[in-house]
């Protein structure tokens, strides 16, 4: 069973700064790419921000220069350092991967952490 725990988030000020982490758990043979994704309240999941194996990133417009997503192969971890928060930033944050397990390869999904922005 691969389980995906998500850590960090909490409220914080507009401007403030917050990093999320998420490690991956169980029987797992490899991690492919990670990324984090949001769902605000009455929206669908965006993504936020994806990397590979290789390190290569992705991320959504409305968040590139502030939020910085990085992965410890070694600790199956990813974290997204998120920086000048706005208002518009809170969500329940996701973290995702593609995980080949014992017995299948496929998307697992965290939880969720919610992030507020708020004075």
């Known amino acids: 069973q691969v389980q995906l725990v998500e850590s960090g988030g909490g409220l914080v000020q507009p401007g403030g700064s917050l990093i999320l982490s998420c490690s991956a758990s169980?029987?797992?043979?490899?991690?492919?790419?990670m990324g984090w994704y949001r769902q605000a309240p009455g929206n669908q999941r965006d993504l936020v921000a994806v990397i590979t194996t290789g390190g290569s990133t992705n991320y959504a417009d409305s968040v590139k220069g502030r939020f910085t997503i990085s992965r410890d192969s070694a600790k199956n971890t990813v974290y997204l350092q998120m920086n000048s928060l706005k208002p518009e930033d809170m969500a329940v944050y996701y973290c995702?991967?593609?995980?080949?397990?014992?017995?299948?390869?496929?998307?697992?999904w965290g939880q969720g952490t919610q992030v507020t922005v708020s004075s």
């Open positions: 995702g991967a593609d995980i080949q397990s014992s017995l299948l390869r496929k998307q697992f």
């Open positions: 169980g029987i797992i043979f490899r991690i492919y790419t």
